[in-house]
């Protein structure tokens, strides 16, 4: 994240495609859905995850569903923009897993990356591997899962990284029970996110003492931009120290909601970084929290103090769903194989 240069070049096929944080994806043909399957021994369609990507004819309107069968599949995956409604459903986050272990650059380092609109996922690990095992940190971004399209959800799924673990970007997504790992900056991008009930787990004190990392770094560019994140009812713990967020952007939004948040925070909680002079235009907000790391008292002068009415338009689940996308996704229970 640190090559601002480098991600905007790469993200010139997500400007494309969505060149305002008020586009929206038209939704998937309702009712049947196709199932193919992924097992790495060899008993299913296919034996990568790739592969089935591969086999969605462009311009797909139609759910299909890409079961995945318990594995580590060691390969970078990636839904380019022209393959929509695709439904990824694992076994579980501890039992499938899609792992790489690329770095250096930010927008190619990605063991998962989705550009298409109308994604879900459940019930898998996405996992970056480069310097996971290493007592000392490499400052290098390494991002296990990009997201850049419209109307994305993940349920129960889990994030593994240490720097930029999550790009979150443009459009509108919703994480469910999740598991987030990181250190620094590892929730990140300019999505229009609401995080419900997921596990933010801080990994900063496996690398020494003294360092400071930061939970989020959300990048909103104009005050007219409606994205930002959204953490509700969430759990944060962890070893280490790190803030809630500092801005990737001039108008940086983040707020956390009704959260059990651990002394893992620093005691001032966010960090202006570059935007030092800009921090009226930030909306940081912290509401209704409990834990030895919700204690405000000694928080930067600068954090929102948003009215009730302000603060439930990001709270509402339409904030996101204003169109009620989420309704029309697949059952995410439905084992049913329709051919």
């Not at 034996?47 to 591969?54: F, G, L, M, P, R």
């Not at 850049?148 to 799924?157: N, T």
Request: with cysteine.
């Amino acid at each position: 994240m640190k090559n601002l240069c480098l991600i905007l070049i790469g993200g010139v096929v997500l400007l494309l495609h969505c060149s305002s944080s008020d586009c929206e994806a038209s939704d998937c043909q309702p009712n049947t859905i196709n199932t193919i399957t992924v097992d790495i021994s060899g008993h299913g369609n296919f034996t990568s995850v790739q592969t089935a990507i591969d086999s969605v004819p462009e311009g797909n309107t139609q759910w299909i569903r890409i079961q995945i069968s318990p594995g580590t599949y060691r390969e970078k995956v990636a839904i380019p923009v022209n393959k929509s409604c695709i439904f990824l459903d694992g076994a579980g986050r501890k039992l499938t897993s899609i792992e790489w272990g690329d770095h250096e650059e930010t927008d190619t380092s990605a063991t998962f990356t989705s550009y298409s609109d109308n994604i879900v996922a459940k019930g898998i690990k996405f996992k970056i591997g480069f310097n996971l095992m290493k007592r000392r940190l490499i400052r290098k971004q390494a991002v296990s899962a990009r997201i850049v399209g419209d109307k994305c959800a993940f349920y129960e799924c889990g994030f593994i990284g240490i720097q930029d673990t999550l790009w979150d970007g443009k459009g509108r997504h919703y994480f469910n029970a999740c598991y987030i790992e990181g250190s620094i900056d590892f929730i990140f991008g300019d999505g229009q996110s609401i995080y419900e009930k997921c596990e933010i787990s801080i990994t900063m004190g496996r690398y020494g003492p003294g360092l400071i990392g930061s939970i989020t770094a959300q990048r909103k560019e104009q005050p007219q931009d409606t994205n930002g994140f959204v953490f509700k009812n969430c759990n944060i713990s962890g070893i280490g120290k790190v803030d809630l967020g500092r801005p990737w952007g001039p108008y940086s939004t983040v707020v956390f909601y009704n959260s059990s948040i651990s002394n893992v925070i620093t005691p001032e909680g966010w960090n202006a970084w570059d935007y030092v002079g800009h921090e009226a235009n930030f909306t940081y907000v912290e509401k209704d929290n409990e834990g030895a790391g919700a204690n405000t008292s000694k928080r930067v002068p600068w954090i929102n103090k948003l009215g009730e009415n302000e603060v439930y338009k990001f709270l509402d689940i339409s904030y996101i769903n204003g169109d009620g996308w989420l309704a029309k996704i697949p059952d995410l229970n439905s084992t049913k194989i329709a051919l």
